[in-house]
């Protein structure tokens, strides 16, 4: 079972840049496609960017496209995040999921959630 955990959410400045870590223990993450999702208060939780296992496809929400850069490193069970120029309705708890991805936005193709990291940007 592949549980993630993430790491590296903060208070940055809008115009700045955070970059997160998704980490799970164990051989079984690389089997995975892992994705990232946000939600921001009183709002639905969203798409953000996901990557499949080898690490060749990519897929980014529009809203973070041109900012937002998805990468992987299976030999350490990693996933990142690098988030650069951050507004402020970037501002949201960003969730790292794994997951049999078909290459769609669906968060229904993730099957194992982590626990969070906020992530503020002001303005």
């Known amino acids: 079972q592949a549980q993630p955990v993430e790491s590296g959410g903060g208070l940055v400045q809008a115009g700045g840049s955070l970059s997160l870590s998704c980490a799970a223990s164990?051989?079984?993450?690389?089997?995975?496609?892992v994705g990232w999702f946000r939600q921001a208060p009183g709002q639905e939780r969203e798409f953000v960017a996901a990557?499949?296992?080898?690490?060749?496809?990519?897929l980014y929400a529009d809203s973070v496209k041109g900012r937002f850069t998805i990468s992987r490193d299976n030999a350490k069970y990693s996933v990142y995040l690098q988030m650069n120029s951050l507004k402020p309705e970037d501002t949201a708890v960003y969730y790292c999921?794994?997951?049999?991805?078909?290459?769609?936005?669906?968060?229904?193709?993730?099957?194992?959630w982590g626990q969070g990291t906020q992530v503020t940007v002001s303005s």
């Open positions: 164990g051989r079984a993450f690389s089997v995975y496609a």
């Open positions: 999921a794994a997951g049999y991805w078909l290459g769609t936005s669906q968060i229904s193709q993730f099957e194992y």
């Open positions: 990557v499949s296992r080898s690490g060749d496809n990519t």
